[in-house]
């Protein structure tokens, strides 16, 4: 049997960080990746040396880039930290007992940093600048900018909005489906607006035009999904294999998803598309990563299990180097360049 930490132990760097890590990202100006812990540390490494920031009081819940350089986290102590390159971080907002759940950013023209505490997403330019609040009739259970950062998606129980961010109104477009909808993907090219559901479901709708779309069948609930770069599949989590819903020639509706990578019995609970490549890596409870060639239709090993549930997984911005992270506080920085 093949040895599935072969290409683990030969490109990739390894850690154990103690905790439970929550979240992982790359810096967007500098080759480094964060990993978000749930004693409230964030550790920061290039892949040689290894630096560790007391962030926040409670557990880090969420984390993303900084759109200049460095992150964004936010924490059961119900504060939004800017977390800068010099890894120095200063506090942009307090909530009190009030816990930051989502953060999310855009790097553009115009950059956006946003940040879910409750029933409220609250926006925020790059400089840190509070810009407004957009109210929801429910807690905001994901944030999704759009590929030109001209509109923000959220998912809430009973459906999605969807917001222009340069709008000062407060009416959303309302995308309604009864239920508990827990997170949210937008299409890169806007065409449709999906949310994963507690039933073991996604739900779709077309955009424009809102026509639904129901993915269901899964043997679990549905953690981790996001579109490949060219918008072609849907990637999921949630069953034994990574489920792949069509987006085109019609699909996904009435078209059976391409399933990659099954197993016996394990669950993928995460999975992160490639940000050039029609490929997606997946990570699952009992430990193992791997890389699908959705085109190719070919898997490689990254990791063996062992490590506990993966939790995280992120591509950097040039599709170069991945990292892993599970609920042990495994971390591995792994190295898909050439050479």
């Not at 429910?138 to 917001?163: C, E, M, P, Q």
């Not at 029609?278 to 699952?284: C, H, K």
Request: with cysteine; aromatic share 8%.
């Amino acid at each position: 049997m093949r040895d599935l930490d072969e290409f683990l132990n030969a490109r990739g760097q390894q850690a154990e960080l103690g905790a439970h890590i929550t979240a992982a990202a790359f810096d967007h100006t500098r080759h480094v990746a964060a990993f978000a812990l749930g004693d409230g540390t964030l550790r920061l490494t290039d892949g040689k040396t290894w630096t560790s920031i007391q962030a926040h009081a409670g557990a880090i819940l969420a984390l993303s880039p900084h759109p200049g350089g460095g992150f964004i986290t936010g924490g059961d102590d119900g504060k939004f930290q800017n977390i800068h390159p010099n890894n120095t971080f200063e506090t942009m907002a307090a909530y009190g007992n009030k816990w930051v759940e989502h953060t999310a950013s855009f790097a553009g023209k115009t950059a956006y940093l946003a940040a879910s505490v409750g029933k409220n997403l609250h926006l925020f330019t790059a400089r840190g600048e509070f810009l407004r609040t957009l109210p929801h009739p429910s807690t905001v259970t994901g944030i999704a900018f759009d590929a030109k950062g001209k509109r923000v998606a959220t998912s809430h129980y009973n459906g999605a909005s969807l917001w222009f961010t340069a709008s000062s109104s407060d009416t959303p477009r309302k995308l309604e489906w009864k239920g508990s909808h827990t997170g949210v993907a937008l299409h890169p090219a806007g065409a449709a607006l999906v949310t994963a559901m507690q039933e073991n479901a996604l739900h779709g709708w077309t955009l424009p035009d809102a026509k639904h779309m129901r993915m269901s069948g899964y043997p679990a609930k549905t953690d981790s999904f996001g579109f490949t770069k060219s918008g072609r599949w849907l990637a999921t989590s949630g069953a034994d294999a990574i489920v792949l819903w069509p987006f085109f020639g019609g699909g996904p509706m009435g078209k059976a998803p391409l399933e990659l990578a099954h197993t016996d019995g394990a669950i993928i609970k995460q999975i992160a598309c490639h940000p050039n490549l029609e490929l997606v890596a997946a990570g699952f409870d009992i430990g193992v990563t791997l890389a699908a060639d959705i085109t190719r239709e070919r898997i490689l090993p990254i990791c063996g299990p062992g490590r506990g549930a993966v939790t995280t997984l992120a591509w950097n911005q040039a599709g170069t180097h991945l990292a892993i992270g599970t609920e042990t506080g495994f971390a591995a920085l792994v190295d898909f360049s050439a050479g």
